[in-house]
């Protein structure tokens, strides 16, 4: 979505039109969900993070800056809530509570193939949970929801090259975990 479209809603909501919001969620709930699941690999924890999202977007829109894009901002928002929640849930509980994580199978591939795929996937992300908060969220960011290194930039508060590198650390530190 276009910034422009976005600040024309926001000011919508604003001005009291409650539905329009829902625009908003519409375009942003699967990237918001799949960020939250992707970081805690639990869909109660990602679904309840979501809507955590959106209602604190909604009730602090007055805060929103029409200068900004409102998927950065929104991302933030919802960055910050799952930094919180994943303080309070301890790592080998997290881990314990991921080990059935299932993505996405290609249906093309031959049983034996789909079984490799699916135990590589799962201890890359297992390998991506037991890194630190901020080289996973990097990580995630860039190489499953593809953001560019200057919209994580915008979201993190940090430089294009502390993010670069915090990217390169991260890579690095997720090879050793899966060659170990």
């Given amino acids: 979505m276009d910034q422009k479209i976005e600040a024309e809603i926001v000011a919508k909501v604003l001005k009291g039109d409650r539905q329009a919001y829902a625009l908003l969620v519409e ?9 939250a699941y992707r970081m805690t690999g639990n869909s109660e924890d990602a679904d309840d993070l979501t809507q955590e999202t959106f209602i604190r977007a909604y009730i602090n829109l007055w805060r929103f800056d029409p ?28 881990l314990n509570r991921t080990k059935n994580i299932q993505y996405n199978e290609n249906e093309n591939q031959s049983p034996e193939a789909r079984i490799i795929a699916t135990q590589e996937s799962n201890k890359i992300n297992l390998a991506l949970l037991t890194l630190k908060y901020e080289l996973r ?44």
């Fill in 27 to 35: 375009e942003y709930k699967s990237p918001i969900y799949n960020l």
């Fill in 67 to 94: 200068k900004r894009k409102f998927f950065t901002w929104l991302y933030t928002i919802s960055i910050n809530l799952i930094r919180n929640h994943l303080k309070k849930v301890k790592n080998d509980d997290l």
């Fill in 137 to 180: 969220v990097m990580l995630i960011m860039k190489y499953q929801q593809e953001l560019s290194f200057e919209e994580i930039a915008e979201i993190t508060g940090k430089s294009v090259s502390a993010v670069k590198m915090r990217v390169y650390r991260g890579l690095e530190k997720l090879e050793q975990l899966i060659n170990s």
